[in-house]
Nanobody, 129 residues
């Protein structure tokens, strides 16, 4: 069973930066999308950014556009999320996911949780004001 493991979380002051990593324990069959979601207590998991693992297309939630960058290193089976200009409201449990997405990559549907079937455990990010 392939697993996704997140790393790189922690605490940072507002305006600071963090880089999250998501490493897969092996090749993930039948997937073309990797994404980062985030969740705060009592709220639904929300998509933050996604990347097409074959073509490199990316999509970002409006709330992080221009501040976050998703990238991948296919040789290492790793996806990254570079986060900058962090705000207190960015604090959450960040979860990595893999799935097969057949829709348009200019559609917000790529960040819907039901498009993803493999999930990591998540890693907390705290942003202090």
């Amino acid at each position: 069973q392939v697993k996704l493991v997140e790393s790189g979380g922690g605490s940072v002051q507002a305006g600071g930066s963090l880089r999250l990593s998501c490493s897969a324990s092996g090749d993930i069959p039948d997937t073309n999308a990797m994404a980062w979601f985030r969740q705060t207590p009592g709220n639904d998991r929300k998509g933050v950014a996604a990347i097409h693992t074959h073509h490199g297309y990316t999509y970002y939630a409006n709330s992080v556009k221009g501040r976050f960058t998703i990238s991948q290193d296919n040789a290492k089976n790793t996806v990254y999320l570079e986060m900058s200009s962090l705000k207190p409201e960015d604090g959450a449990l960040y979860v990595c996911a893999a799935g097969t997405y057949a829709g348009r990559w200019d559609s917000e549907n790529v960040l819907e949780f039901y498009e993803y079937s493999l999930w990591g455990q998540g890693i907390p990010v705290t942003v202090s004001s």
